[in-house]
């Protein structure tokens, strides 16, 4: 009923800085995307688990992975459905696909419906190297 779709990974000297965009689009029956509460980043390196980077609430909190606090910033637009990782100061070992997440989805259509299913988009590169 979701559908998380990513944009902004590449190829960065070490240094540099990217933005990914992770924007939620679908539908509950006749129902619209109301509000999303949480929505996230996570992060997965060749032979290694899949790791949290950063997560925000609707509300506007957020939290992040010890690796990238001070050089990553996540920030949400409402009115879009859409999460944002902003990365500066890249480091080699930030070299990874990142995979957007959403959970709690709230659709209004008269009502409101509450989607508890975890959702997760295909991915998108990011390597960091000279």
């Known amino acids: 009923q979701v559908q998380l779709v990513e944009s902004g990974g590449g190829l960065v000297q070490p240094g540099g800085s990217l933005r990914l965009s992770c924007a939620a689009s679908?539908?509950?029956?006749?129902?619209?995307?109301?509000?999303?509460?949480?929505m996230g980043w996570y992060r997965q390196a060749p032979g290694k688990q899949r790791e949290l980077v950063a997560v925000?609430?609707?509300?506007?909190?957020?939290n992040y992975a010890d690796s990238v606090k001070g050089r990553f910033t996540i920030s949400r637009d409402s009115a879009t459905n859409t999460v944002f990782l902003q990365m500066n100061s890249l480091k080699p070992e930030d070299t990874a696909v990142y995979y957007c997440?959403?959970?709690?989805?709230?659709?209004?259509?008269?009502?409101?419906?509450?989607?508890?299913?975890?959702?997760w988009g295909q991915g998108t590169q990011v390597t960091v190297s000279s």
């Open positions: 997440n959403a959970e709690d989805v709230i659709f209004y259509s008269g009502s409101y419906y509450r989607d508890q299913t975890e959702y």
């Open positions: 679908g539908s509950a029956g006749s129902g619209s995307i109301f509000s999303i509460d949480y």
């Open positions: 925000a609430t609707s509300g506007g909190s957020a």
